[in-house]
């Protein structure tokens, strides 16, 4: 057997701090990281779950991994991932995911949080946690994430983020919690390009904005350059009509230069018909970018829905993350960071054309394709 696949995607979290006391190693962590991310990639969602794959397993990985004392036990597993820093573990995880990521300019970095449902710890006194997480656009990979106890956090969480992440030549894209004068200004520091949801969050910003486009539109636009752009969807007695107006007349709004460099106002119109019932929903942004190309605009836009689609979507169809009860010390984000590393690495393999629950489902039954997975990580 082909024991790089494993081995190199263990490499990548070699330099990861062992919490425990030398006295109380019965197992080594590297054993320990490669059946929890094999076993979360096959379809486990818990500890109990990871230390039955390993048992079932244990032939197999007795064949790359050293094992001095067998499979660990649910309980091992459980507090030895509860004491894991977690920062430690992003920061390999980010090594990891850099050597792996293609770093194209004008590529889409979309950055959103989500809850994890069942870590509330209402016994204890712990909130939910909040993920907020880097998803591009061009691998359909997680790039980086870090917790917060709620969503209002947010803010604070998003420049943490920013901070760990190469985004030198790219597009983010925020929803209205990240539209935020110093988020702005430190994406351009980095060498990224902007474009952040609005809502009435933002007070005169957003209402002036809606009001700049309300009047162009009541008067056709005249004296005011736009740019605009549009594109249809539609399938199983479903219409979608977007269309997107880009202007780069900022130079009315007085706090213009408190948004780095701002060069477009954006408004999108949403129109949705199903089985004869249409509806329509407006949206407004801000972005760094010029407003002349409108069609690229809407594709950012666009774009950042993946994040919903595709990356919270699978992790709550995909990997249960809602269902998951985790809560000990800091197990319950590491958890979260295994099922990234799983999706990511599901995501990669395309050959097998099914969607990730199949593919876990496959990895679990058949080792070369286990294998062939895990390739993807180094």
């Not at 920061?91 to 949080?113: H, N």
């Not at 479903?238 to 780069?248: C, L, P, S, V, Y």
Request: aromatic share 8%; with cysteine.
């Amino acid at each position: 057997m082909d024991v790089q696949a494993p081995c190199g995607l263990l490499r990548a979290f070699a330099e990861l701090p062992d919490p425990r006391m030398d006295r109380t190693k019965r197992h080594r962590l590297d054993d320990i990281l490669a059946i929890a991310i094999c076993a979360v990639i096959c379809g486990a969602d818990g500890w109990t779950q990871v230390a039955l794959f390993g048992r079932s397993k244990i032939k197999w990985f007795k064949t790359f991994l050293a094992l001095p004392n067998g499979i660990p036990s649910h309980d091992t597993f459980g507090r030895v991932f509860a004491r894991i820093d977690p920062t430690a573990f992003e920061e390999c995880f980010l090594k990891w995911i850099t050597a792996l990521a293609t770093a194209s300019p004008g590529r889409l970095v979309a950055i959103d949080g989500k809850t994890i449902r069942r870590s509330l710890d209402t016994a204890n006194g712990k909130a939910a946690i909040h993920m907020v997480s880097a998803w591009c656009g061009i691998n359909h990979m997680v790039l980086g994430q870090v917790a917060t106890d709620a969503k209002s956090n947010e803010i604070t969480a998003i420049p943490r983020l920013l901070k760990l992440l190469d985004i030198d030549g790219a597009v983010v894209t925020i929803d209205a919690a990240g539209c935020q004068k110093k988020i702005a200004r430190q994406i351009v520091k980095q060498g990224g390009d902007y474009v952040l949801q609005l809502k009435g969050n933002q007070g005169g910003l957003h209402d002036e904005t809606v009001m700049l486009f309300e009047q162009c539109l009541r008067d056709d636009c005249r004296g005011i350059a736009y740019h605009t752009a549009s594109t249809t969807d539609g399938g199983h007695g479903r219409i979608e009509q977007r269309r997107i107006w880009a202007t780069a007349e900022v130079a009315w709004f007085a706090e213009r230069s408190k948004w780095k460099n701002l060069q477009s106002l954006i408004r999108i119109e949403a129109q949705r018909t199903i089985n004869g019932q249409t509806s329509r929903e407006y949206r407004y942004y801000i972005s760094s970018l010029p407003a002349n190309d409108a069609a690229k605009l809407m594709d950012y836009i666009r774009g950042h829905w993946g994040i919903e689609n595709r990356l919270h979507w699978s992790l709550d169809v995909s990997f249960r993350e809602d269902d998951r009860r985790i809560r000990q010390g800091h197990a319950a984000e590491n958890f979260s960071r295994l099922s990234r590393i799983a999706l990511n690495l599901l995501k990669a393999e395309t050959t097998c054309k099914v969607g990730i629950k199949s593919k876990r489902l496959r990895s679990g039954w058949d080792h070369d394709y286990l294998l062939k997975v895990l390739t993807k990580g180094i």
